[in-house]
């Protein structure tokens, strides 16, 4: 993402009951910092090089580290989410959100 937010996301992240964090990184300050150099081609492919190490490696120590034990409540999200009746929904509505929500709709 490109000077955007990722809180849609993080919302859409926790409304399908999926972990989620974000790993951000900088390529360059030159839009808003006044003491900055100007970008080059150069200086962004070297940044984006090491913004790729960086995440390879995080990533790579996240997945050594990840446990199938997970504590995290993220999966049961949805819960207790629901104030309309399963009665009251469309047809229409149960199948499109199905995947999401089945389990809940007994």
Known sequence: LIGMTTAPEA???????????VMAHVTDYDVWHAHEED????????TLKKNTDVAQRTI???????????????????????????D????????????LVNRYLK
């Open 60 to 86: 790579q120590k996240l997945v050594e580290n990840l446990r199938e034990d997970s504590t995290c409540n993220c999966q049961n999200a949805l819960e207790n989410a629901f104030i309309t009746h399963k």
């Open 11 to 21: 919302f859409l992240a926790r409304e399908a009951e999926i972990c989620y964090a």
């Open 88 to 99: 009251a929904m469309s047809p229409a509505t149960i199948k499109k959100l199905g995947p």
């Open 39 to 46: 970008v080059t081609v150069d200086i962004v492919v070297n």
